[in-house]
C-alpha cells in the first residue's frame, strides 16, 4: 500500500492512514434517489485503509468484471489527535486536521444483491482502490463547516453539487456520534457521505472532484 496522508502543498503528514469510518444516506436527496429510506441515525459503516488510494491526475483502476462501479463524491475529514468516546464539540474541532474530496467507489450491482440478502457491504465497498483519496486543505481551512461545498464532474459536465449544509448529520454531530461506537486514532478518515447525483464510472472518462473555493483535482478512470 503506497498510500501516505499529505497536504495540496505536499507537505507530509506524518501519521499513517488507519480507518475510514463512512455514512450512508447523509444526504436525503442521494437516499431517494437509490430509492432507500431516510436513516433516523447514521448509517456507519468502515473502509479499511487497505483499499485507499492516493487521486493523482495519471488516474486510477476500477474494477472491470463486477458490474457497475459507481462515484460517489464526499468531504474526507482526517483526525489528527485520538478521540475520546464522548469528545465536546471543541474537541472535535481541536481533532480535525485536514479536509478533502474522496471518492467512496461502490459496486452498486454487488451491493444490490448484498442489501437484498441483507448481508454486509464489504465486497462492494471495501475492495482494492475502492476509495481514492486527494490531498488536504488545513483543518482551519474552513471557519464554518456547514458550508463546505463538494463538487463532481465527469469529462466537463456537473454530477454531483453538494454542499455540507445539506447533511442529514453534519460535521461535528457525526463525529461526535462516531466516537461512541469506534474509537478514533491519529490518521483516521471519516467519509462524510454523498450528495445527490451519484451513477456509474466507465474506462477513459475524466473526472474532476473539488471541495468549493479550496482545492480542485482532475484525474482519469484507466
Ligand atoms: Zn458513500
Given at each position: 500500500m503506497s498510500y501516505k496522508h499529505q497536504y495540496t502543498?505536499?507537505?507530509?503528514?506524518?501519521f499513517p492512514l488507519g480507518k475510514v469510518v463512512c455514512v450512508g444516506r447523509n444526504y436525503a436527496e442521494h437516499a431517494k434517489e437509490l430509492n432507500n429510506p431516510v436513516p433516523t441515525e447514521p448509517l456507519l459503516f468502515i473502509k479499511p485503509g487497505s483499499c485507499t488510494v492516493a487521486l493523482e491526475a495519471d488516474g486510477f483502476a476500477i474494477p472491470q468484471d463486477r458490474g457497475e462501479v459507481h462515484y460517489e463524491a464526499e468531504i474526507a475529514v482526517l483526525i489528527g489527535k485520538p478521540l475520546s468516546r464522548n469528545p465536546s464539540v471543541e474537541e472535535v474541532r481541536d481533532a480535525i486536521s485536514g479536509f478533502a474530496p474522496a471518492l467512496d467507489l461502490t459496486l452498486r450491482d454487488v451491493q444490490a444483491r448484498l442489501k437484498e440478502k441483507g448481508l454486509p457491504w464489504e465486497l462492494s465497498k471495501a475492495f482494492d482502490g475502492a476509495y481514492v483519496l486527494a490531498p488536504f486543505v488545513p483543518g482551519?481551512?474552513?471557519?464554518?463547516?456547514t458550508d463546505i461545498g463538494i463538487r463532481l464532474s465527469l469529462d466537463g459536465e456537473v454530477r454531483q453539487d453538494g454542499n455540507s449544509r445539506d447533511m442529514l448529520n453534519p460535521i461535528i454531530p457525526l463525529i461526535q456520534h462516531i466516537s461512541a461506537h469506534f474509537s478514533l486514532q491519529s490518521g483516521d478518515v471519516i467519509s462524510t457521505g454523498t450528495p445527490v447525483g451519484v451513477g456509474p464510472l466507465h474506462s477513459g472518462q475524466q473526472v474532476e472532484i473539488s471541495l468549493a473555493g479550496q482545492a480542485s483535482f482532475s484525474s482519469r478512470v484507466l
Amino acid at each position: 500500500m503506497s498510500y501516505k496522508h499529505q497536504y495540496t502543498d505536499g507537505t507530509p503528514i506524518h501519521f499513517p492512514l488507519g480507518k475510514v469510518v463512512c455514512v450512508g444516506r447523509n444526504y436525503a436527496e442521494h437516499a431517494k434517489e437509490l430509492n432507500n429510506p431516510v436513516p433516523t441515525e447514521p448509517l456507519l459503516f468502515i473502509k479499511p485503509g487497505s483499499c485507499t488510494v492516493a487521486l493523482e491526475a495519471d488516474g486510477f483502476a476500477i474494477p472491470q468484471d463486477r458490474g457497475e462501479v459507481h462515484y460517489e463524491a464526499e468531504i474526507a475529514v482526517l483526525i489528527g489527535k485520538p478521540l475520546s468516546r464522548n469528545p465536546s464539540v471543541e474537541e472535535v474541532r481541536d481533532a480535525i486536521s485536514g479536509f478533502a474530496p474522496a471518492l467512496d467507489l461502490t459496486l452498486r450491482d454487488v451491493q444490490a444483491r448484498l442489501k437484498e440478502k441483507g448481508l454486509p457491504w464489504e465486497l462492494s465497498k471495501a475492495f482494492d482502490g475502492a476509495y481514492v483519496l486527494a490531498p488536504f486543505v488545513p483543518g482551519d481551512s474552513y471557519s464554518d463547516l456547514t458550508d463546505i461545498g463538494i463538487r463532481l464532474s465527469l469529462d466537463g459536465e456537473v454530477r454531483q453539487d453538494g454542499n455540507s449544509r445539506d447533511m442529514l448529520n453534519p460535521i461535528i454531530p457525526l463525529i461526535q456520534h462516531i466516537s461512541a461506537h469506534f474509537s478514533l486514532q491519529s490518521g483516521d478518515v471519516i467519509s462524510t457521505g454523498t450528495p445527490v447525483g451519484v451513477g456509474p464510472l466507465h474506462s477513459g472518462q475524466q473526472v474532476e472532484i473539488s471541495l468549493a473555493g479550496q482545492a480542485s483535482f482532475s484525474s482519469r478512470v484507466l
